[in-house]
């Protein structure tokens, strides 16, 4: 089994902006399956990295492996010098805890993306994550072209409380059941 954290807050927009323009990011970033185009996140390379925060839905304590960053996002890139790459941090309170940086997200199609967390023995308090999403600005001609950068869909993945890989008590007892009765 799995656990999600996905966005439940916005902590800082900055100027990242919804689809429509708006001011409220979470709800445009938090759904189960990515839907692209419909709803996501987004900001204009006008020269400077761009950051907002979100902060993410509680989970309880996981095993040791198995903890990735996913997220769906796509970039345009209008003159072809370069468009912004994206850097996705995963915060305990204001402590770096995991860090990906995309210099390829997809210019052509919403791609899905994943991280995997090496190393989650560092993260004490799995109540207070927040992603960082920087929009990196783009380089030579590309900074500042007024390409966007664009997520639709952002969340941590981890193993259940129990470390995950465990067969439940209902199944063990049912698989004794049928050896007994063969």
């Not at 001011?23 to 185009?37: K, P, R, V």
């Not at 996981?62 to 996002?73: E, R």
């Not at 470390?163 to 007892?173: C, K, L, M």
């Amino acid at each position: 089994m799995a656990q999600y954290a996905r966005p439940d807050a916005d902590d800082t927009d900055g100027n990242w902006t919804d689809k429509s323009g708006g001011g409220t990011l979470y709800t445009s970033i938090d759904e189960t399956s990515s839907d692209g185009a419909t709803t996501y996140i987004k900001v204009t390379d006008n020269g400077s990295n761009e950051v907002c925060i979100v902060r993410l839905s509680d989970v309880s304590t996981p095993g040791s492996s198995g903890t990735y960053i996913k997220y769906t996002a796509l970039r345009d890139d209008n003159t072809g010098a370069g468009g912004p790459d994206l850097k996705i941090e995963l915060l305990e309170g204001s402590s770096v805890k995991a860090t990906t940086t995309n210099t390829g997200v997809s210019t052509s199609s919403w791609t899905a993306y994943s991280y995997t967390i090496s190393d989650v023995s560092g993260i004490s308090d799995w109540t207070d994550l927040n992603f960082r999403i920087t929009a990196i600005a783009g380089s030579g001609a590309g900074m500042g072209a007024g390409d966007e950068m664009k997520v639709s869909q952002v969340y941590l993945e981890t193993q259940d409380a129990s470390g995950g890989g465990s067969t439940p008590i209902a199944a063990i007892a049912m698989n004794t059941y049928r050896q007994l009765s063969s």
